[in-house]
T-cell receptor, first 109, second 114 residues
Framework: QKEVEQDPGPLSVPEGAIVSLNCTYSNSAFQYFMWYRQYSRKGPELLMYTYSSGNKEDGRFTAQVDKSSKYISLFIRDSQPSDSATYLCAMNRDDKIIFGKGTRLHILP | ETGVTQSPTHLIKTRGQQVTLRCSSQSGHNTVSWYQQALGQGPQFIFQYYREEENGRGNFPPRFSGLQFPNYSSELNVNALELDDSALYLC?????????????FGPGTRLLVL
């Protein structure tokens, strides 16, 4: 079993819809939980991070962590075509960061 | 833009050759991490350098090595290149080690091994 599981998609949704992206993990030792956005031919850009269970909101983005279920989510409200990218979940354990495979998201105008 | 730069942007090598990739960290950052991202995969941690010392390593063979310089820029060296080394190589700089909230990625170097 991989430490971090993420559905690679692609996920296509119409503009304005709410997007839900998810990851599961197996290692209880993970301390920090992050979401990165990666546009084609670019490096990942940090969107959200959290270190506790619950929700964290930043503009149109909400990160949710459920440590008891080992499940994290990223919600995007009022999705825009510019949100089309690959979204990577990532988790910190001791001395390294483990990334999911990434989910390719397409927002249809 | 994050202020992290990498060179070159693209590189083509043949199997068995050696390659050196370079990274300049964001101003004020003293830690550089290197990642390998194969097509359709998430980045995989190679190693991290903190104040010129290796500070954590992922599951990569010794032919992957690195350096960090006094100005905190860094190099990734790969010897005896294999076809599977073809990937996007990313560096990320930070000021507090591996706390994710401060890791800023460069645009990457795309390496193709033929």
């Amino acid at each position: 079993q991989k430490e971090v599981e993420q559905d690679p998609g692609p996920l296509s949704v119409p503009e304005g819809a709410i997007v839900s992206l998810n990851c599961t993990y197996s290692n209880s030792a993970f301390q920090y939980f992050m979401w990165y956005r990666q546009y084609s031919r670019k490096g990942p850009e940090l969107l959200m991070y959290t270190y506790s269970s619950g929700n964290k909101e930043d503009g149109r983005f909400t990160a949710q962590v459920d440590k008891s279920s080992k499940y994290i989510s990223l919600f995007i409200r009022d999705s825009q075509p510019s949100d089309s990218a690959t979204y990577l979940c990532a988790m910190n354990r001791d001395d390294k960061i483990i990334f999911g495979k990434g989910t390719r998201l397409h927002i249809l105008p | 833009e994050t202020g992290v730069t990498q060179s070159p942007t693209h590189l083509i090598k043949t199997r068995g050759q050696q390659v050196t990739l370079r990274c300049s960290s964001q101003s004020g950052h003293n830690t550089v991490s290197w990642y390998q991202q194969a097509l359709g995969q998430g980045p995989q941690f190679i190693f991290q350098y903190y104040r010129e010392e290796e500070n954590g390593r992922g599951n990569f063979p010794p032919r992957f090595s690195g350096l960090q310089f006094p100005n905190y820029s860094s190099e990734l060296n790969v010897n005896a290149l294999e076809l599977d080394d073809s990937a996007l190589y990313l560096c990320a700089s930070s000021s507090r080690g591996l706390r994710g909230e401060t890791q800023y990625f460069g645009p990457g170097t795309r390496l193709l091994v033929l």
